[in-house]
Nanobody
């Protein structure tokens, strides 16, 4: 059974940093793209970042230059380093895995696998 488990969320002040992790189990995902979405209270889920099996990366404009996505295929794990956090980054962050092309990740519909999410709260 495939499982994606996020960790690393928490409360941080504006300008601070957090590192999220997504541990995948149940199969090998080295041939899959992996990514992050987030959902703020009262808003729709939105794309944050994705990384291809070859470690090409793709970011939403809102996080470009502040967030960095990476993956360790040997550990079946993906990371999201979040720097210069802003209150508007407050959301539940979800890990996702899919085989779609990197540039189509902005659309969340039809994602193969989802984690249950980890809450990130940025105080002003």
């Amino acid at each position: 059974q495939v499982q994606l488990v996020e960790s690393g969320g928490g409360l941080v002040q504006a300008g601070g940093s957090l590192r999220l992790s997504c541990a995948a189990s149940g199969r090998t995902f080295s041939n899959y793209g992996m990514g992050w979405f987030r959902q703020a209270p009262g808003k729709e889920r939105e794309f944050v970042s994705a990384i291809s099996r070859g470690s090409f990366t793709y970011y939403a404009d809102s996080v470009k230059g502040r967030f960095a996505i990476s993956r360790d295929n040997a550990k079946n794990t993906m990371y999201l380093q979040m720097n210069s956090l802003k209150p508007e980054d407050t959301a539940i962050y979800y890990c996702a895995v899919d085989q779609r092309p990197l540039t189509t990740w902005a659309e969340s519909a039809g994602i193969d696998y989802w984690g249950k999410g980890t809450l990130v709260t940025v105080s002003s």
